[in-house]
């Protein structure tokens, strides 16, 4: 068969692993014929490919970024794209693609699995926010990098006796800022499921400071919101998903909290730091068994269908079904195990 590639949305730790995966197990073992597309779906608008081979891909397996570069294109918000698309997948015989992205990558997967085309997703999102699967690779870097960097500003917090705001990615769900909270101690953790409500974060804060010289990390996730009335937000810049560019909420809450409590107050943003660089070995793991997943169910003829972790197993769920609705973070997760630490 000829089997495309292509890699859309953000980047993510763990994508050169699945197409180092995808690309043995199709070459050596079905005797695929291995394309990739450049950018995302914007190589497959401009038929722009790059042939992919076991040679190739040799030593990329611990680099991050991806190969095959990746871009936020979407088709359906470009007049004649999807019609460009058809032309360029039937152009260079494909036979299927294996799509690797996130929510808005796939949400494009499955619209062109409906137009006939054979298609497997393969989740990925620092964010870990794609239902249907426990978890998504790139995520447990992400947390790891926070968590290290979290350890670091204890250190410098605790010297000055400051609160240091620490602001992590997560557009929709606080699944970094919850897991880099708990695993680096944090004493406030924000995310966008819950609009936070300024007082209570200052008292919390005045209440843990008031039983002696504690330094106070409050980890934010870009997402956050405050509650309707309480503090005021910018509009920003909107890409072709409609995603808003967000960061910076961790400047507006550090200075509230250094007003509101006296407390002297910095802010650290972790931004892409937390995108780039090498894997951790779990990511690595589960990149690999997904992308030797999604090449199987490519020559199963398991179309329109995504590779997902479900109970330590690798299984296949509906495309519709794992882009109808975000993954957020539990309740109980926050509530129950984070905010024990907390004031
Ligand atoms: O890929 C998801 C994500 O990492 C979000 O957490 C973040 O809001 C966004 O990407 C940033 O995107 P960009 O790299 O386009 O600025």
Request: charged share 25%.
């Amino acid at each position: 068969m000829r089997v495309g590639l292509l890699t859309g949305g953000g980047d993510c730790p763990g994508l050169n692993a699945v197409i180092r995966a995808v690309v043995r197990k199709g070459e050596t073992f079905y005797s695929d014929e291995l394309v990739g597309f450049l950018d995302g779906w914007r190589g497959v608008i401009d038929n722009r490919t790059i042939p992919l081979n076991v040679e190739r891909c040799r030593g990329i397996l611990p680099r991050g970024g991806t190969i095959l570069f990746t871009s936020r294109t979407n088709p359906y918000k470009i007049d004649g794209a999807v019609e460009r698309v058809l032309a360029t997948l039937q152009e260079q015989r494909i036979d299927a693609l294996i799509a690797i992205g996130g929510e808005d990558t796939l949400g494009v997967a499955h619209r062109l699995a409906g137009e006939g085309v054979s298609v497997v997703g393969v989740p990925k999102t620092i964010d870990n926010d794609l239902s249907c699967t426990e978890v998504t690779f790139g995520f447990h870097t992400a947390v790891q990098i926070a968590t290290e960097a979290i350890d670091r500003l204890h250190t410098t917090a605790e010297s000055h006796d400051r609160v240091i705001v620490c602001e992590v990615m997560g557009r929709h769900a606080g699944w970094i800022a919850t897991y880099a909270g708990i695993a680096g101690g944090a004493a406030e953790i924000l995310v966008p499921e819950e609009p936070f409500d300024i007082d209570v974060v200052c008292e919390n804060l005045k209440a843990r400071h008031a039983k002696g010289r504690f330094a106070s990390i409050v980890v934010v996730a870009e997402g956050a919101v405050p509650k309707e009335g309480t503090m005021t937000l910018q509009s920003r810049e909107v890409d072709q998903f409609g995603h808003v560019r967000l960061g910076g909420i961790a400047n507006l809450l550090a200075s509230e909290i250094e007003e509101r409590t006296g407390f002297e107050t910095r802010v650290t943003i972790l931004g892409h730091i937390q995108r780039g660089g090498t894997p951790t070995a779990f990511d690595r793991v589960l990149a690999t068994r997904f992308g030797i997943a999604a090449i199987e169910a490519v020559h199963d003829e398991a179309f329109d269908h995504m590779v997902a972790l479900r109970a330590d197993q690798i299984v296949r769920v509906p495309l519709g079904e794992a882009v109808t609705e975000l993954k957020t973070v539990d309740p109980e997760l926050l509530h129950d195990v984070a905010a024990a630490f907390w004031g």
